[in-house]
């Protein structure tokens, strides 16, 4: 995606703590999205930061940085079924604009 | 309250014919905007419409278009099928557009041959 960078993979083990970085650049910021996406299906909103600080959502929580373009998702006690895209993407003046996503697996 | 509902959900089509694709809205919601997904590309925005009127634009060719109808109903459509248009169509909707949460539907996925 435009100006949004992610990693690509990550992998991490049942029950542990992953963090998702996203790093975007900050001229038209509004907000920041993050959406889940498996396999197949459509993304599904998980949250919206909008002011600094951590957003905390049952095992998701979402931090954001507006001063340094910098968001990142937490997932606590991974479940397997946590395995799937994540994406990160930014009200700019136009549109919602997403990052490539990045595909975490969790594994046993 | 119903989803956003995209039809179809699958479809294959020959290169240099045309498709149409329909989305409605969550009830309630005005605005709908479309994306084209791509392994490779990942989410691009195709275009957002607000009343019935284009409001923005993604950097797609002009054989991709849409329309909004007075009930929010959104369609569009692709002319001239290249290969390269096999992706996953997706619609979402939301009350106002920029700053508003987006709900996406399940996606059409059109495989063009």
């Known amino acids: 995606g435009q100006n949004i960078d992610q990693p690509t993979e990550m992998t991490a083990t049942e029950g542990a703590i992953v963090q998702i970085n996203c790093t975007y650049q900050?001229?038209?910021?509004?907000?920041l999205f993050w959406y889940q996406q498996h396999a197949g299906e459509a993304p599904t909103f998980l949250s919206y930061?909008?002011?600094?600080g951590l957003e905390e959502k049952g095992r998701f929580s979402s931090f954001l940085s507006r001063s340094k373009g910098y968001s990142y998702l937490l997932l606590k006690e991974l479940q397997m079924k946590d395995s799937a895209s994540y994406l990160c993407a930014h009200t700019g003046r136009r549109a919602l604009t997403f990052g490539s996503g990045t595909r975490l697996q969790v594994q046993p | 309250k119903a989803g956003v509902t995209q039809t179809p959900r699958y479809l294959i089509k020959t290169r240099g014919q045309q498709v149409t694709l329909s989305c409605s809205p969550i009830?309630?919601?005005?605005?709908v905007s479309w994306y084209q997904q791509t392994p490779g590309q990942g989410l691009q925005f195709l275009f957002e419409?607000?009343?019935?009127?284009?409001?923005n634009k993604g950097n797609f060719p002009g054989r991709f278009s849409g329309r909004q109808f007075s009930n929010s109903r959104s369609e569009m459509n692709v002319s001239t099928l290249e290969l390269g248009d096999s992706a996953l169509y997706l619609c979402?909707?939301?009350?106002?557009?920029?700053?508003?949460?987006?709900?996406f539907g399940e996606g059409s996925w059109l495989t063009v041959v």
């Open positions: 419409y607000f009343s019935e009127t284009q409001r």
């Open positions: 009830s309630g919601h005005r605005s």
């Open positions: 900050t001229s038209g910021f509004n907000g």
């Open positions: 979402a909707s939301s009350f106002t557009g920029v700053g508003n949460t987006i709900y």
């Open positions: 930061n909008v002011l600094d």
